[in-house]
């Protein structure tokens, strides 16, 4: 009766201590495995190319990372607002070449116009690619008014001989590239010649809207510099 209950005492103490091993192995692979995964920025459905990115787009999705790669997205932040450049399927990691920062394309519902001169009775002379500004009626029998809620990006502006209004200096020029927006307001001061063309990405819609406002000549445009181009309004915002 003795050797029974030893024996039994002895097996019931090699299952609990096979358990505990167990339980200790599957909590260290748990673990391991948590440590292995790596989140990345994927589409949550499926994107066209030029389409404007936004926030209920994209979810973050885990992967093993041995398979992730410095050109994939870890952060939805860095994703938001910016163009694709190419179709993004849904689930697919996002690569960082597949997104335009700079928006100076036109969406999938956009087209690039140039206003006519005859449409336009004063520009800011601030302006520059990739900015965006508000565009206003003006006219001697009109209520002066906000045409367009929305902010509407420059896509070039140019002079009388049609080149692009900018710095005169490499360093005023790639001001944008390098996100510095001491150097891009100090290139404005300084810029090279006045607009006399405005090129901007809008839709069918808005440049109907336009057309039919001033195609008599009684009403005319006022173009409003309002922002920095996104990149460099985001370095500002996180500093």
């Known amino acids: 009766m003795l050797i029974s209950r030893k024996m039994l005492i002895t097996l019931l103490s090699a299952i609990l201590s096979a358990v505990l091993v167990y ?7 748990e673990r391991i495995q948590a440590e292995e995964q790596v989140q990345v920025v994927v589409p949550n459905q499926w994107i066209e190319a030029g389409h404007m990115i936004t ?4 979810k973050l999705l885990s992967m093993p990372i041995s398979l992730a790669t410095v050109e994939m997205v870890f952060d939805i932040t860095d994703v938001i607002g910016q163009e694709a450049v190419v179709p993004l399927g849904s689930d697919e990691p996002i690569l960082q070449w597949k997104l335009n920062r700079y928006a100076l394309h036109p969406n999938e519902q956009e087209a690039t116009f140039q206003i006519p001169k005859d449409y336009i009775k004063s520009i800011s002379n601030g ?3 990739g900015d965006a500004v508000w565009i206003y009626s003006s006219g001697e029998e009109a209520i002066p008014t906000k045409i367009f809620q929305q902010d509407i990006v ?3 502006v140019k002079t009388g001989s049609n080149l692009e209004v900018d710095a005169p200096d490499e360093d005023g020029k790639n001001a944008i590239v390098r996100s510095n927006a ?8 300084v810029a090279n010649g006045m607009i006399e063309y405005i090129n901007v990405n809008l839709t069918e819609e808005q440049w109907l809207y336009i057309d039919n406002l001033c195609r008599t000549g009684d009403v005319k445009l006022v173009i409003a510099y309002h922002s920095l181009p996104q990149l460099v309004k985001g370095q500002i915002n996180d500093e």
Do not use: F, N
């Not at 150097?183 to 001061?189: D, E, H, I």
């Open 23 to 29: 339980g200790l192995y599957l909590i260290q692979s």
């Open 127 to 129: 302006i520059r690619a």
């Open 55 to 58: 926030t209920d787009q994209l």
């Open 182 to 189: 001491e150097q891009m307001y100090a290139s404005r001061r």
């Open 154 to 156: 420059v896509a070039s």
